[in-house]
């Protein structure tokens, strides 16, 4: 099973609130990964989790605050996010040492 | 910093014909290198991947070829469907980090009927 599930589909929050992204694998992978991805771009880098553990975050701002609860689940607080934050959220996960990293199908934020 | 890139922005493609999508990398020490597909409102979706002591693989319809001479890395699909018609990423690994992909601009590929 090479399934990572990602909810919810779409999100729309104005900004002032405050959301959650949620990743999911059983895959027994080690390192689980956030993207941003605008149209017609490629995926940009903004978390990595290896064991838990926060190991790699690309100068994301503050208002992007992810979250290990355990080695199967990832997730991505959002807070007063900016109408230039909108865009497609992809969570991935992978066994890292340079290994294939697998795709959720992502989340469609729309920050108004 | 080391950076992959594409050598077409699009690719307009006739069904049934084959498919060659091109990417070419600056890193000489990358040591793997894999090939997404991206369908419009979806994720990417691996389709192969080939590491720097091989020069070929093979999986259903698609091939990956890899040139180190001249750092460059192709994508064959054979007898083009319909159902190709996406955008196509290769990603490179380079060897000293353990996590990090670099990503190429993309190829889209529009197959015609």
């Known amino acids: 099973d090479t399934e990572v599930t990602q909810t919810p589909k779409h999100l729309v929050m104005g900004m002032t609130n405050k959301k959650s992204l949620k990743c999911e694998q059983h895959?027994?992978?080690?390192?689980m990964y956030w993207y941003k991805q605008k149209a017609k771009k490629p995926p940009e880098l903004m978390f990595v989790y290896s064991y838990e553990k926060l190991s790699i975050n690309e100068s994301v701002p503050s208002r992007f605050s992810p979250e290990c609860p355990n080695s199967s689940l990832l997730n991505l607080h959002l807070h007063a996010l900016q109408p230039e934050d909108s865009a497609l959220y992809l969570c991935?996960?992978?066994?890292?040492?340079?290994?294939?990293?697998?795709f959720g199908p992502g989340t469609r934020l729309t920050v108004l | 910093g080391e950076n992959v890139g594409l050598h077409l922005p699009t690719l307009s493609v006739q069904e049934g014909d084959n498919s060659i999508i091109n990417c070419a990398y600056s890193n000489s020490a990358s040591d793997y290198f894999i090939w997404y597909k991206q369908e419009s409102g979806k994720g990417p979706q691996f389709i192969i991947d080939i590491r720097s002591n091989m020069d070929k693989r093979q999986g259903q319809r698609v091939t990956v070829l890899l040139n180190k001479t001249v750092k460059h890395l192709s994508l064959q699909i054979a007898a083009t469907q319909p159902g190709d018609s996406a955008v196509y990423f290769c990603?490179?690994?380079?060897?000293?980090?353990?996590?990090?992909?670099?990503f190429g601009a993309g190829t889209t590929v529009t197959v015609r009927a």
């Open positions: 990603a490179e690994g380079p060897p000293q980090d353990d996590y990090k992909l670099s």
């Open positions: 991935a996960s992978g066994r890292g040492n340079t290994d294939t990293q697998y």
């Open positions: 895959m027994g992978h080690r390192a």
